[in-house]
């Protein structure tokens, strides 16, 4: 019986455990959680979502007050199109974030960034620009293109010096969105290094509507593998969401996917950001706690715990501090509808929007929940303490428990 183990994932001469940790914003996949998965010879990722307030957490800076001050004049204005990024902070608040994680890092694993191309920060082209070429300038192994089409965003950097010499991968979810990719960079004669295929199960936003259960991530993949066969396109194929044991991934690895990407087992590690009360609540779920649902601003639907405090939270917009989820005329759907209420209930003291949430505001403070399908499982791969809590696992123990279990075991901590 075949273990992850007997597999690798390569990268011209380089060859890697076949297990990729995917990034979850804002923070949750930390530095020092990619850091593990590099040291024990698979793939971590780091993400860049609101990155100045990262780098203000971690390195004491102050890149969000120093905006907030900006722009505070505009705080009680529902017309944000004023409000923008300073490019050269934002360059700073990376180089901080992926310069200290490439600066610690050991083994022969590698880190990648996590861009998701619908944090459109009021400028998309610009602010997107800039954060690949910091993170390029800053060392990082490899990018991550998600959330988001990206059908532009190779071309931002192709005049990068790192440009063929990073790693550069994309997330889809369907066959179709890889072909637009390749289609529309074909031009610059360079193919994504790997396509993560993300299929309906998975954590954070989602590629697919409403709909989502009709869709078969075994499938998707299925489909685009025969694609590029058929095209003699050699990339690596990665699937992702809901590979919750070893066995699952080998299961992919043997129909010739090149690695797996997961990540809801790493949200109940110790080295996960999420905050130690809130990886009890993602241990305690059970699966109707679970929900898909449309409050996301970015308009794509979003996998969460229905108790998440972010759900119906009607806080002022605070994209005067944040901002990052502002189109490129500065209109957030969650101003739009919170805009709606203020109308609707003049005088108020609390307001409820149902319809859309402040995505930075609760991303940033460990308010929105986001799961993956499988959550529910959390508690079976752990054990429950005498204070009725259960035990957090560290990296290594779910990481090896992917490398090495054979027949859907989870090996429990010790
Ligand atoms: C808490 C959480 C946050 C996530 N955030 C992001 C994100 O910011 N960007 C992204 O591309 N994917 C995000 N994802 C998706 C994961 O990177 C990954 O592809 C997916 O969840 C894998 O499926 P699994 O969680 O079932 O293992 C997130 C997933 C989780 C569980």
Known sequence: ?????????????????????????????????????????????????MVPTVSDRRFKTHFVKEKLKTYKYNVASADKSDVQFDLGRLAEATHNHVGRTMAAKRGN?????????????????????????AALDAGIDGITLSAGLHLGSFALIEDHPRFRDAKLGIIVSSLRALQLFLRKTARLGRLPDYVIVEGPLAGGHLGFGMDWVNYDLRLITAEIQQYLTTEKLDIPVIPAGGIFTGSDAVAFLETGAAAVQVATRFTVAKECGLPAEVQQEYFKASESDIEVNTISPTGY???MLKSSPAIGAGIRPNCEAYGYLLD?????????????EVVLHPDAKKLVVIEKTCLCTHMRNFDCWTCGHYTYRLKDTTRRLTNGNYQVLSAEHI??????STDHTIALPA
């Not at 590698?110 to 954060?131: G, Q, S, W, Y």
């Not at 990481?399 to 090495?404: A, C, E, T, V």
């Open 109 to 133: 694993g590698l880190i990648f960034v996590n861009c998701m191309e619908k944090l459109t920060m009021n400028a998309p082209r610009d602010t997107l620009r800039v954060r690949l070429s």
């Open 399 to 404: 990481f090896r428990d992917y490398q090495f």
């Open 328 to 340: 490129g005329s500065g209109n957030c759907a969650y101003v739009t509808a919170y805009n709606r």
């Open 1 to 49: 019986m075949k273990r992850v183990d007997d597999f690798r994932l390569r990268f011209g001469t380089r060859e890697l455990v076949p297990i990729i940790v995917g990034g979850m914003g804002v923070d949750i996949s930390t530095a020092e959680l990619a850091l593990e998965a590099a040291r024990l010879g698979g793939i971590g990722h780091i993400s860049d979502a």
């Open 301 to 303: 639907p979003m996998r």
